[in-house]
């Protein structure tokens, strides 16, 4: 009986160390075609940038020719140099940090009281006014009366034409107050009211703090349109001293655009433009590369509140 027992344990032990070892091997299974798939993932997402890069620092015949694909030729920086040598960049870069600066900051600033305000039950018509803003996200005015709008306002030819139209967005305000009630305790609210806190104390000292994550997400969104954006200059700016640094690349290259075409037409010679002189393509990369540059340099310091700030405003309960 006690033999019968024994053996038995040992089997049992025999299949349970069986089976362990199966359930490793298959976890070191998953692990490996997991890492796999994840780093080919962020090899395709890399590469275009790589691509471009080593694209504007190559030699721009071979690169026009589409012979750089994974490593430079012919190093240079005659792009870059070229293009910081445009005309009013340094002022135009100016004023595109100030935008980008100012308007992500007043936009968070906004958006985040907008947003707190959409969840207090004691504000007068806040589901209309609510309902409202969310309105603007499906019908819009249209281009004209827009401008005609600005007219009026004073906001053509003026900096702020840059900096208060975006201040308040519907989708903002959406993530601000679902991210509010969700994540922010009520009762602090109430335990700060009981103390004699006003609307203003309880939204900067309790639950602005508390706010962090899903302002940086919205700090992502607003300083990346800020940056990109151009097309306000094209519709309201003429002045000069308000281009700004996406704009003069955009006359940039499409300057360099007609001189590539005036190349390859034949009505200039290759040799009076020479192979230092950028192309269509070159031009097109270097632009591109110079206003990633600085989204790349911000984005990793928010990576981490952008995530957290979207799963959690995503979720209610």
Do not use: D
């Given at each position: 009986m006690g033999m019968n027992k024994s053996n038995l344990e040992r089997s049992v032990s025999s299949v349970g160390s069986q089976k362990t070892r199966s359930l490793a091997l298959g976890e070191k299974a998953f692990n490996i075609a997991n890492y796999s798939f994840f780093i080919l993932f962020m090899l395709l997402c890399v590469y275009p940038f790589y691509y471009i890069f080593i694209n504007t620092i190559s030699d721009n015949?071979?690169?026009?020719?589409?012979?750089?694909?994974?490593?430079?030729?012919?190093?240079?920086?005659n792009n870059y140099l070229q293009v910081l040598q445009i005309p009013?960049?340094?002022?135009?870069?100016?004023?595109?940090?100030?935008?980008?600066?100012l308007g992500t900051l007043l936009t968070v600033l906004v958006s985040g009281f907008l947003g707190f305000m959409m969840t207090q039950r004691k504000m007068w018509l806040r589901?209309?006014?609510?309902?409202?803003?969310?309105?603007?996200?499906?019908?819009?005015?249209?281009?004209?009366p827009i401008y005609l709008l600005y007219n009026q306002l004073g906001l053509l030819d003026n900096f702020l034409v840059y900096i208060i139209p975006g201040?308040?967005?519907?989708?903002?305000?959406?993530?601000?107050?679902?991210?509010?009630?969700?994540?922010?305790?009520d009762e602090l609210q109430e335990s700060a009211e009981m103390d004699g806190a006003g609307i203003g104390v309880v939204f900067f000292r309790i639950v602005l703090p508390l706010m962090m994550p899903i302002l940086a997400t919205l700090a992502i969104f607003s300083a990346v349109g800020q940056w990109n954006s151009f097309m306000d200059t094209v519709l309201y700016v003429t002045k000069d001293d308000l281009h700004t640094l996406q704009y003069v690349l955009y006359r940039y290259l499409s300057q360099a655009t007609a001189l590539a075409n005036?190349?390859?037409?034949?009505?200039?010679a290759a040799e009076d433009v020479g192979t230092s002189v950028q192309t269509a393509q070159s031009i097109k990369l270097t632009v591109t590369m110079?206003?990633?540059i600085p989204i790349f340099m911000v984005y990793?310091?928010?990576?981490r509140f952008f995530v957290k700030g979207i799963m959690i405003g995503a979720v209610k309960g």
């Open positions: 015949t071979l690169s026009a020719r589409g012979q750089i694909m994974f490593w430079p030729e012919g190093i240079h920086f009013n960049i340094y002022h135009a870069l100016l004023i595109s940090l100030l935008r980008t600066l589901r209309f006014v609510y309902r409202y803003f969310i309105t603007t996200m499906y019908v819009s005015g249209g281009i004209i201040m308040v967005s519907a989708f903002n305000l959406i993530l601000v107050k679902t991210y509010v009630e969700s994540s922010v305790p005036a190349v390859n037409s034949g009505s200039m110079i206003v990633v990793p310091f928010f990576q």
